[in-house]
């Protein structure tokens, strides 16, 4: 395995990203993985090692740059009234989609300079806050975001700026949106709202609720860590983009 930490320039600053990929037989079709709440950590780091074995070149970057280069938080982040958890809100809650359309744009023109990476089609997927992110990218660029997918991605119907649930019918790729049964930030009546939106708009993909997990599901250092669910999760994922990507 290839790696690297890189900047990936945007509009407001250097975007700190971790990349790999395989040693052999490029160039590869590019992945992008966006980040859940808690931020960039090895545990992520793992999951983009996994989908690089497979074949892909893999961006994995840090959204929260705007707010310090290395912006990224301790085993307590998830922890009520602890510090990193009160300093990971308060720049999460800053954070809207459009922003976050105007990194993929330019991960999008990063990949497109590099000689490992196949041009044309990519994928993008997202955990937690990010999975809106995924979904809205597969709008903002059709023509590029051939693949998307969330995975217990929150609030994906809401009044946000560019919610994915408002531009369903500009995508052209394929969505794969997987929801937890247990989910405070996806309750079930709004999963099915989007469920409907969803077949309405003719876009193609699925909507799955995983039964009998929560939120965090397919993170294996999460207390709510659920093997089954979580390999299940690689394969809708491995299969979409063999589909989509190659």
């Not at 707010?67 to 998830?78: H, N, Q, S």
């Amino acid at each position: 395995m290839i790696e690297d930490t890189l900047d990936i320039e945007t509009k407001d600053g250097a975007m700190e990203t971790f990349a790999c990929r395989p040693e052999r037989n490029a160039p590869f079709p590019a992945v992008f993985i966006l980040m859940d709440a808690p931020g960039i950590r090895e545990e992520l780091r793992d999951m983009a090692r996994r989908m690089a074995s497979a074949g892909y070149y893999v961006l994995l970057p840090n959204l929260y740059y705007r707010a310090g280069r290395d912006t990224k938080f301790g085993p307590d982040v998830l922890k009520d009234g602890s510090k990193d958890r009160d300093r990971m809100r308060s720049i999460r809650t800053k954070m809207t989609i459009p922003p976050v359309m105007e990194d993929v744009g330019a991960m999008i023109a990063f990949a497109d300079t590099q000689k490992d990476v196949r041009k044309g089609a990519i994928g993008v997927h997202g955990y937690c806050m990010s999975g809106p992110y995924a979904l809205a990218s597969a709008a903002r660029y059709p023509d590029r975001v051939a693949a998307a997918a969330s995975f217990y991605g929150t609030w994906l119907v809401s009044d946000a700026e560019e919610s994915p649930h408002k531009n369903l019918g500009k995508v052209k790729g394929e969505l794969y949106i997987g929801c937890a049964e247990h989910d405070d930030l996806a309750p079930l009546p709004m999963v099915e709202e989007l469920r409907g939106l969803l077949k309405k708009s003719g876009a193609a993909g699925e909507l799955e609720i995983h039964p009998g997990v929560h939120h965090g599901f397919a993170f294996p250092e999460r207390w709510c860590y659920d093997k089954p669910a979580a390999e299940r999760h690689w394969e809708r994922l491995f299969a979409l983009y063999r589909r989509k990507l190659g």
